[in-house]
């Protein structure tokens, strides 16, 4: 059985920083990439990072709304994705959740392509 279990999200007041883990089993992890995005209330669902272990290396990419305050690490070892995130804002409150896509032809950025979901995890920061 496929499972994408994020946990890590509580409440932290702004300034404060929270670690989210995605722990994947029932695929091969090596041959996915994994993403976090997150959909605050009345908004949509965003894309947020990504880790591609592309190759011989790794690949992460941030969107600008997190570049610089988040930082997404894999360990191939524990099948598992890490977010750190630091300098939290009361805009970061939203349901996080990490995504799995098959490293083929795909777009990381678009959920469309992403294969597995896990359920969220609620990210609240308070002013």
């Known amino acids: 059985e496929v499972q994408l279990q994020a946990s890590g999200g509580g409440l932290v007041q702004a300034g404060g920083s929270l670690t989210l883990s995605c722990v994947a089993s029932?695929?091969?992890?090596?041959?996915?990439?994994i993403g976090w995005f997150r959909q605050a209330p009345g908004k949509e669902r965003e894309g947020l990072s990504y880790?591609?272990?592309?190759?011989?290396?790794?690949?992460?990419d941030y969107a600008d709304s997190v570049k610089g305050r988040f930082t997404i690490i894999s360990d191939n070892a524990e099948n598992t994705v890490y977010l750190q995130m630091n300098n939290l804002t009361p805009d970061d409150t939203a349901v996080y959740y990490c995504?799995?896509?098959?490293?083929?032809?795909?777009?990381?950025?678009?959920?469309?392509?992403?294969?597995?979901w896990g359920k969220g995890t609620l990210v609240t920061v308070s002013s």
């Open positions: 880790i591609s272990s592309a190759g011989n290396g790794a690949i992460a």
């Open positions: 029932g695929f091969t992890f090596d041959d996915y990439a």
């Open positions: 995504a799995a896509a098959l490293e083929r032809d795909y777009d990381p950025w678009n959920e469309q392509h992403m294969d597995y």
